[in-house]
């Protein structure tokens, strides 16, 4: 199959860069942890003076994470500005909230204008979720430790969904945001509420201890709220405001803000938020509230660095070569530890990918580029998580048609373990596996671990790559 050529226009300077951004002065530590202080905002002037530019990415991220000051100095800003300034900037904020009037603002006059981007980045919204909370007398029958459990986190997760990423970056750096406040309030009124109960009835108490192990990995927060009721005496309520931890999600975007520029900062968040809601939202179930939230932009970095596509390319198939190396036939046909790691990172390249061509369009043609150089050096399970990614980011797939017909799942993959067959490389797994689960052929077996032919020098050779592209 011949790769597709097309010619490349030059490499997209994004805005957000092109300032020179000063670092940003040391970071505060939250509320919710010990030692809080009010935010420096000394850097609140960098933002204001990027707000008199036409950079509209960099602006509606300070907008968006209301990194501007006072309410009234924003205003008066806005109201000195263009319409047609005003018009962009509406028209980009839009996207990033829920619950922002419909207006086009075409028919709006000046004043009116500024008052709809007011209310699109800072909406009326409830300081905490709408619902009744959850109690212990509601268990006072129930013996199952595993559903007091699931019910508790549920719960706790409805509340937690209620906080946004934007407040959560905000009081990670030191503000004081009222969802954050709410949540954390509602987590020490059920740690009071159950320390009431016990008080009362404490034969209960075995059963509650047995439901906090459950929520040790269900539900950080509501783990926490039980723990400090377990600790705290029978005669000693806790705390009004328990020290409640979640240095996982805080540490990282504090980390984040005080290792780099606020232009940075600000072509980062976006991917951040997609990522944040992906990990702590549409798939709580799923989280491990012992691993801090990832900030980690791998690829923007080396794209904003300006590395040749080439070199990326080689990078990422010498250590993806490297992880595959590891696979042994008896793991693959169970399913073992280092094939679940491999699927893994599989998708964590394709999320990072993703978040990246969505928040920045501007780079799918180095992102295509790259794919012309995964598909010369075969490399087909980098490949292949890049394809999908472009696929989440909307991608016009007739642009690359012979490429993404390999994506055809007909036949368990038959397309793609014809090419791989042809052209042994690191193998696209989920064919295999999936054929495998249900065939159990041995021959299976024998196509996949065809990447043990591949000789990366010699591929690297016949692509034009050499070491000195190191």
Partial sequence: MNSPSARRSPRPQLDIFQAMGRKIVDGWPSRMESGFRPPNTSWEAEAKTML??????????????????????????????????????????????VGASHHTGVNLNRDQKVTEILATVEPNRPSSPMGESWA??????????????ADVAEDSGR?????????????????????????????TALSRRLHSYLRRHPSERDKYEKV???????????????????????????MDRPRFNLGIITGPLRQLFQ???????????PMLAIRFDLT??????????????????????????????????????????????????????TRGAHLRYLDMKSNAITREYAECLLVHPKLTDLFQELVEELFRLRNWYRFSALLV???????????????FDLLDPSDDFTNFRAHMAAQPGLPFLLPYVKRYAV?????????????????PEAVLALSGCSRRDN
Wanted: proline share 4%.
């Fill in 212 to 238: 906090e192990k459950e929520l040790r990995n269900r539900s950080t927060l509501a783990w926490q709220a039980f723990r400090v009721c377990l600790d705290s005496p029978p005669h000693r309520m806790p």
């Fill in 389 to 403: 990614a472009l696929r989440e980011a909307h991608f016009d797939e007739s642009t690359l048609p012979s490429y």
């Fill in 259 to 269: 290792s780099r520029s606020l232009v940075e900062t600000l072509a980062i968040l």
């Fill in 439 to 455: 065939r159990g052929e041995e021959v299976v077996i024998a196509d996949v671990f065809q990447f043990l032919l591949y000789n």
């Fill in 52 to 97: 008199q530019d036409q950079d509209f990415m960099s602006i509606q991220q300070i907008l968006r994470f209301r990194l501007y000051g006072e309410k009234d100095s924003l205003r008066h800003l806005l109201l000195c500005r263009s319409e047609y300034w005003l018009d962009q900037i509406l028209l980009g904020l839009r996207p990033t909230r």
């Fill in 136 to 149: 212990p007398y509601r268990a006072a029958d129930e013996t199952d430790v595993k559903k007091i459990a």
């Fill in 280 to 333: 702590y939202k549409c798939l709580i179930e799923e989280v491990d509230w012992r691993r801090p939230f990832s900030t980690r932009v791998d690829m923007f970095d080396d794209l904003m660095a300006g590395h040749p596509m080439k070199r990326l390319a080689k990078k990422a198939t010498l250590l993806d070569k490297y992880e595959l190396d590891l696979l042994c036939p008896a793991g693959f046909k």
């Fill in 159 to 187: 509340q937690f969904n209620a906080v946004t990423f934007e407040d959560w970056f905000r009081s990670s750096i030191g503000y004081t945001e009222e969802s954050v406040e709410g949540l954390l309030s509602q987590h």
